[in-house]
């Protein structure tokens, strides 16, 4: 079975603090998929990024970055010079290859960011 | 392009009564879902459709049936509502599978069960 755990629950920080949102995964597939899902405070979700477990280049999108370890099951995802539009519950979620593969959610990490 | 629209945005029912959340999405996606998503517990999938015709059950299916008539559409039903069903729900798509593709939500029912 496949798990997401985001041991964070909530973190505050004062902006341009940089914040890292941890998150480690369980899956007995050898192929599988992390994705990275953002809720403001209006309450959509916003999609966030992909990773496949074949791909363990690290990722960076403008204040962004992502660092999959598979030798730890962990994406953790930072922020640099967080602002307070980033503040926000941000879930972790796994889904294993197959067409009736299933995504499973973290619990979330809310993010509050001081002005 | 709507993307996918959920309907009602906000409902109160009473313990017992029964009513249908509605999903429709215009983007021709295959695979279609719904979750629900409480305090503390992040999102946990309900029920979920890989096309019209097949559907089957996630990690919290109880209380719940769903049925894809067509592509475009995915109602949920509560066929006799509990406090414990007050919740917010969402429905998603994407175009084949969930695996490699990242799903498109939308906005969220609030549901309240008093």
């Known amino acids: ?115 | 392009n709507a993307g996918v629209t959920q309907t009602p945005k906000f409902q109160v029912l009473k313990t017992g009564q029964s009513m249908t959340l509605q999903c429709a999405q215009d983007m021709n996606h295959e695979y279609m879902s719904w979750y629900r998503q409480d305090p503390g517990m992040g999102l946990r999938l309900i029920h979920y459709s890989v096309g019209a015709g097949i559907t089957d059950q996630g990690e919290v299916p109880n209380g719940y049936n769903v049925s894809r008539s067509t592509t475009e559409d995915f109602p949920l039903r509560l066929l006799s509502a509990a406090p414990s069903q007050t919740s917010v729900y969402f429905c998603a798509s994407s175009p084949q599978g969930i695996s490699n593709q990242p799903q498109h939500f939308g906005d969220g029912t609030r549901l309240s069960i008093l």
């Open chain 1, 1 to 115: 079975a496949q798990k997401v755990t985001q041991a964070q629950t909530e973190i505050s920080v004062v902006e341009k603090e940089d914040v890292t949102l941890d998150c480690v995964y369980e899956t007995r597939d050898t192929t599988y998929y992390l994705f990275w899902y953002k809720q403001p405070p209006s309450g959509e979700l916003v999609f966030l990024i992909r990773r496949n477990s074949f791909d363990e280049q690290n990722e960076i999108s403008g204040r962004y970055s992502w660092n999959f370890q598979k030798s730890t099951s962990s994406f953790n995802f930072t922020i640099t010079a967080s602002q307070v539009v980033d503040s926000a519950v941000y879930f972790c979620a796994l889904s294993e290859a197959g067409a009736n593969s299933k995504l499973t959610f973290g619990k979330g990490i809310t993010l509050s960011v001081r002005p």
